[in-house]
């Protein structure tokens, strides 16, 4: 598996992903009629049983050790995520007064202390798992991660000799005192705060010291004789070890490490004119955000524990206290050090889908393979390069392609996608980018793409501020006879090479008149001036999606109520909109079976008797992020299924243009069907959730475990062999 990311996508199991609260009113219910707190868990509760999943990955003895060490990696950067994001929204509600209650019944203020609550079980197993568990087995092979007060004299000048060299060159001790005020604390930067003494007057002052992680590595490696093992310090042991140097002649009293993680979310008014510039004043605006959470060295003297409290304006429960190391970001620098090959899972190479091999040493001619029927591809199984990529770099090289037209949520530093833009611009191709500036945390890298774009004569539009353009599209125009043909990529995942290697998503590939003319009237929309119509074969939000969605679940209820036979199958990464949940419980009720595949927050509560007994949920937690949404109905024989960008949330149906499309070909539609079913099947990597909340994981049954992710790798490279 990511994530990678821990910007959203630096790594695959990312955390969250938007700040807008889910709210409403609460009133009498109708006699007899069921609580909200009895028809959905609470979203921020259930985003953390979700991280608590991550949490028992690291926790498997089963699974490799450097993996082990990642996912309490994922564990630790989603949580500062929840926090910038959700946690801060969560205090925004409270300091406005807002009266609003939540899903579940709670108030923002009760959430925050169920969150606490929780938190505090949840990191000290994650820390006791590190301590205890993680770096002790890497011990046995070879990395010691030591305490600077065991290391030896000579590893001690050798450390000295580093500090003055490396370290104190970039060290800027903040006092506090009169005309210097409280220094200001960057989200989430590692700190040591120190209490110094002036001998001389006896006089007390308080002083901050920011770790410098950002330039030099967490971890400072010793010097090691061929053969012996490798050995780090915490770089904030080596700066506290001498403080005496970078307060000379004063008395160093106290000193303990802390971290503070501030509110990240910010928002860009719709009636912004310039959303480029709004956007780049307001990322100015997010290392100022208020504190929301500060973290401290467990056994912190209490009367400094008590001034960093009152200085950052926080309350006793935004405070933890962590028995041992501060931000486990940091452990990607183990997880990153070369070899140790035994300790990681087994390197997968992505393959070549069969329909696009090469062709007698060839690239497959992409347009001609489409025009034979419809394509799907599967990443990381099939390769993004081969598939993605080639279709792009085809169509800039073709004499005959008019347009390409592309949306970018997020992508890589090194994606040849978007310079591919720029070629085909050059070329004499109208080229159309809708570049996302509000995707969280790739607001800066995709300034960067867009002002390079447009400088290249790439036509770039920003979309509206109101809305994220999340939808991920590729649209090519191609001039055939006498006439033109659309060729078209719709996918579940982002135009990013990087996690293409990490995350589970779907692309297809198709010509279809009607969903290309679909497409096209989609980006006329997003670059032009129009109301959004209804669509021909895809659904589209903020529009017709949601209504799409429940029309869907009716027409199934329809078939049961009338005698047929019906199912419904959905995997997405969150289940969290109110309305669908209600249309969900409805088909239940009627006798239509569901199987829910939700990676990350479920609201809905499944196995309820008279509500959701015929609910079932599950979530696969593993090696790659399960990142794919595919909506399955059956009835009575019939298939319709559908694909695309869109979770069942609100931020996605009502404030994101999103793009589902259905899946035609029946073989496509088997291929989803069947990695639904190992989806439901997996024994290895899944846990179930229960009625009252909890998730329990599974424990292989058969003979056989049954992992999705395993099979399908093996499924693919035993395709890929056969055809090759």
Not at 203 to 210: D, I, L, P
Request: proline share 6%.
């Amino acid at each position: 598996m990511t994530a990678p990311d821990p910007s959203t996508e630096q790594h695959p199991i990312s955390a969250v992903s938007t700040a807008e609260l889910d709210v409403q009113t609460l009133g009498a219910e109708p006699p007899g009629e069921p609580t909200d707190a009895e028809l959905f868990f609470n979203r921020e509760l259930s985003w953390v049983d979700f991280n608590a999943r991550v949490l028992e990955l690291a926790e498997d003895p089963s699974v490799p050790l450097m993996e082990r060490l990642k996912f309490a990696a994922i564990y630790a950067s989603n949580l500062d995520e929840f926090f910038m994001i959700r946690v801060a929204g969560l205090h925004d509600q409270v300091d406005a007064g807002v009266t609003k209650r939540l899903y579940d019944g709670r108030t923002s203020s009760e959430t925050i202390d169920a969150i606490r609550e929780k938190l505090l079980d949840l990191g000290a197993r994650h820390t006791g798992c590190v301590t205890g568990e993680l770096l002790p087995a890497l011990a046995e092979h070879g990395v010691r991660i030591v305490d600077y007060a065991d290391v030896t004299d000579e590893q001690r000048r050798e450390l000295a000799e580093h500090y003055q060299r490396q370290i104190f060159p970039v060290l800027t001790p903040l006092a506090v005192g009169l005309g210097r005020p409280f220094p200001y604390i960057s989200n989430l930067s590692l700190s040591l705060a120190v209490l110094v003494r002036d001998p001389v007057t006896g006089h007390r002052t308080f002083a901050r010291v920011k770790v410098p992680k950002e330039m030099l590595p967490r971890f400072v490696e010793l010097s090691r004789a061929p053969g012996e093992d490798r050995t780090f310090v915490p770089l904030e042991q080596v700066i506290a070890a001498n403080l005496d140097r970078l307060f000379p002649g004063m008395q160093i009293v106290d000193h303990a490490v802390f971290r503070v993680t501030r509110d990240a979310d910010f928002e860009v008014s719709d009636e912004a004119d310039d959303l480029l510039r709004a956007v780049e004043a307001e990322l100015r605006r997010r290392r100022f955000g208020e504190v929301v959470r500060v973290e401290v060295e467990a056994g912190m003297d209490r009367a400094l524990r008590d001034y960093l409290m009152q200085a950052l304006e926080v309350e006793e429960r935004q405070v933890y206290d962590i028995a041992g190391p501060l931000d486990c970001n940091d452990l990607w620098q183990l997880v990153g050090l070369e070899g140790f090959e035994e300790l990681r899972d087994p390197p997968w190479s992505p393959v070549t889908q069969p329909r696009l091999q090469e062709d007698d040493g060839e690239p497959a001619d992409m347009f001609a393979v489409i025009r034979a029927g419809d394509v799907l591809v599967h990443h990381p199984y099939d390769s993004f390069s081969t598939s993605v990529e080639r279709f792009v770099e085809q169509a800039v090289s073709d004499p005959d392609v008019l347009a390409i037209k592309m949306t970018v949520y997020r992508t890589s530093d090194d994606t040849p996608l978007v310079p591919a833009l720029i070629r085909a611009t050059e070329r004499g191709k109208q080229a159309v980018c809708l570049v996302e500036l509000k995707a969280r945390f790739d607001e800066r890298a995709n300034i960067g793409w867009a002002r390079a774009l447009e400088q290249a004569g790439v036509h770039v539009v920003y979309g509206h501020p109101a809305l994220k353009t999340h939808a991920k599209a590729i649209l090519i125009v191609r001039r055939e006879g006498d006439g033109v043909r659309h060729y078209v990529h719709i996918g579940t995942g982002n135009y990013h090479p990087k996690t293409a290697r990490l995350y589970t998503d779907f692309g297809l590939f198709t010509c279809d008149p009607e969903i290309g003319a679909d497409v096209a009237d989609m980006f006329n929309f997003l670059t032009g001036y129009a109301r959004p119509r209804r669509y021909r074969r895809v659904l589209v939000a903020p529009a017709h999606l949601r209504d799409g969605i429940i029309e869907e679940i009716e027409r199934t209820i329809g078939v049961v109520e009338a005698g047929g036979r019906a199912r419904i199958r959905m995997k997405m990464n969150s289940l969290v909109d109110r309305r669908c949940i209600r249309a969900l419980y409805r088909a239940s009720q009627a006798g239509v079976p569901i199987e829910l595949n939700v990676r990350g927050i479920c609201c809905l509560r499944p196995g309820v008797p008279g509500m959701s007994e015929n609910i079932r949920v599950v979530s696969v937690v593993g090696r790659f992020l399960e990142h794919s949404r595919v909506y399955a109905f059956e009835r009575d024989g019939e298939q319709r299924v559908l694909i695309g960008s869109a979770d069942l949330m609100p931020r996605n149906l009502d404030t994101r243009v999103e793009l589902v499309t259905p899946v035609d070909d029946e073989r496509l539609r088997d291929d989803l069907l069947d990695t639904l079913e190992r989806c439901f099947a997996d024994d290895t990597n899944a846990w179930e959730l229960a009625p009252d909340g909890t998730w329990t994981r599974r424990t292989p049954v058969g003979p056989e475990p049954r992992n999705v992710q395993r099979e399908l790798m093996l499924g693919h490279a035993a395709r890929a062999a056969e055809t090759g």
